[in-house]
């Protein structure tokens, strides 16, 4: 007969084996603790994390690798070494164009107006109730106000403009954490990250006051003595020298001409190179070689698989000019531009400036989904252009030479890149020097309020600056802001006014007043009328006419100038 156990058995078993299970429940923590000990006092989730990190970190390694040009042997992690831009916890930037209160209140007229990517702090926040009072009719015809409250948040925030520190009022939630947040999707590998804009001993930087001269007026004697009369008589200290020019001829015969590209050494009117530059230093003047990185014909007959190509015919694209471009993307191009830049510096060069550092004009970009652009990569117009120069600075600086780069004088008044790919910043942050093109003929009817920018040489100026200078204040490490300037009359501008030596002196006092002190000339012709008094002398040796036209053509862009 089986014994029937009684409830106070039950009740004894079932607390025995909860104890058992308790205990067992402390043996498994207790060697879950010893573990965490032996790995060095690190938490599971801390364990999580790290592990997380180095496989994000594998991957982009993996992905910086594995990006190699097919044609080529640049390789992007030559070009780039972070993909990343630094988060800067002090810093925020705004997402959208907005306005600034004097007070946590919006009022009819704001303080100031902020453009998308200004940089910006935030020193306090605050809660702002507001009370709404209604009137309303009850159902027995009386009536009674009632009221709502709602709550706003408000940054008060500090910021750089046109100089000068300024604070004021926003409403929350019309900043983000970084400079790339406030880009369009297809520049997130753009680079702002701080890059170290070396001095060098033996190459000091100069205050910059210079003038533009062909490879023609360089090979002529007595051009290059009168130059060099003026430098001494005005304050001019520097020549901008084309030493790769528009046509892709090379100013002296080169060995990359010879490897990339041998019809680039047809010409080379230069033909002793150390003399000339010796001539150039014994008269204390800077040197600046003039590289047109991607329009160059030449190179483009020559290697016609580099060129842009129109999709529907499959013809080499070309502006109004008739002027076939080469792909910006092409990294053999890229190789072959650093090519000559170097042995330009080996020769003696303090500075290479790349012009040209762009992609043709495409009426603001609505040609590109006709064009074939050779972008295996897929990479956004801003990234290849902000790439092009990473290598260049990676290439040039063991030769201790300064680089710069031209842009367009509109790049620094707008926020995207032209649809060229010369986006302000991008472009500033890699550079020694950006060289904007601020010539006021350039600039549309009413732009910056002005009728006619061309006759307001000054204002033009300043204002463009002005732009660029608060552009530049949106990154560590900024480019010094060198702008050509113009030196010759725009007579295809309606209302055009003739530029003399009053019109130059204009355009020098609105930099001075914004603090700067460097420009370069632009003449096509080389004719500096920047003397009230010039020397009653011979008439200087005339440049070839063709190269004259040339030039001149190139001064009158028939390209589209979009307005601010």
């Not at 402390?26 to 994390?49: N, R, W, Y």
């Not at 009370?131 to 009221?147: C, I, L, N, Y």
């Not at 560590?476 to 725009?490: G, V």
């Amino acid at each position: 007969m089986k014994h029937k156990r009684t409830k106070q058995q039950v009740w004894f078993i079932r607390k025995v084996l909860f104890s058992i299970f308790c205990y067992i429940v402390f043996l498994v923590a207790t060697v879950d603790i010893t573990k965490g000990m032996s790995l060095g006092e690190q938490s599971l989730p801390e364990e999580k994390a790290v592990l997380e990190q180095k496989l994000e970190d594998d991957k982009k390694t993996t992905e910086e690798t594995e990006k190699i040009e097919e044609t080529s042997t640049v390789k992007d992690d030559d070009v780039q070494e972070k993909t990343s831009e630094i988060i800067n916890d002090k810093y925020k930037y705004t997402k959208g164009n907005i306005r600034v209160f004097k007070e946590a209140k919006i009022t009819p007229k704001a303080e100031d107006n902020l453009k998308i990517g200004t940089r910006l702090e935030v020193i306090e926040e605050k809660k702002v109730e507001i009370v709404k009072e209604k009137t309303v009719k009850k159902p027995d015809g009386k009536t009674e106000v009632q009221k709502t409250t709602t709550v706003e948040n408000w940054e008060k925030i500090s910021y750089q403009k046109n100089r000068e520190k300024r604070t004021g009022w926003i409403k929350s939630k019309q900043l983000v954490d970084s400079l790339g947040a406030t880009l369009p999707k297809e520049w997130k590998n753009l680079d702002f990250s701080p890059i170290e804009k070396k001095n060098y001993p033996e190459n000091k930087r100069r205050e910059v006051r210079g003038i533009y001269v062909t490879s023609s007026s360089a090979s002529l004697t007595k051009r290059v003595d009168d130059l060099i009369a003026l430098s001494k008589r005005t304050k001019i200290n520097a020549f901008v020298i084309d030493v790769k020019e528009d046509d892709g001829t090379l100013l002296f015969k080169m060995k990359a001409g010879e490897k990339y590209n041998p019809n680039a050494n047809r010409r080379s009117p230069i033909k002793d190179i150390d003399k000339f530059m010796k001539k150039m230093k014994d008269n204390n003047i800077y040197t600046i070689a003039r590289v047109v990185s991607f329009k160059d014909p030449t190179y483009a007959k020559a290697n016609p698989d580099k060129a842009i190509i129109t999709k529907s015919t499959g013809k080499p694209f070309t502006n109004s000019d008739g002027v076939i471009w080469v792909s910006p993307h092409d990294r053999y191009l890229w190789e072959y531009n650093i090519a000559v830049a170097k042995e330009a510096a080996l020769a003696g060069f303090d500075e290479i400036q790349f012009d040209y550092v762009r992609f043709p004009a495409s009426n603001g970009g609505k040609l590109d989904k006709d064009l074939d652009y050779r972008n295996p990569n897929k990479e956004s117009k801003p990234e290849t252009i902000q790439k092009y120069l990473q290598y260049a600075r990676k290439e040039l600086e063991p030769l201790g030479v300064y680089i710069a780069a031209d842009v367009y004088g509109q790049v620094g008044s707008l926020p995207d890149d032209m649809a060229l790919g010369q986006h302000w910043e991008s472009v500033s942050n890699v550079v020694d020097y950006i060289c904007p093109m601020i010539y006021p003929s350039h600039y549309g009817k009413g732009v910056y309020g002005l009728p006619v920018p061309d006759a307001e040489p000054y204002k033009t100026v300043y204002r463009s600056t002005q732009d660029s200078m608060n552009r530049n204040a949106n990154i560590d490490t900024p480019a010094m802001i060198r702008p050509w300037i113009q030196a010759f009359t725009a007579r295809w501008v309606k209302g055009y006014i003739t530029y003399g030596p009053e019109q130059i002196e204009l355009q020098v006092k609105a930099l001075k007043d914004l603090g700067i002190n460097e420009y370069i000339l632009w003449s096509p012709t080389n004719r500096y009328r920047i003397e009230k008094n010039p020397p009653s002398d011979k008439k200087a040796e005339p440049v070839k006419e063709k190269e004259a036209t040339k030039k001149a053509t190139e001064v009158k862009k028939t390209e589209e100038v979009k307005k601010p």
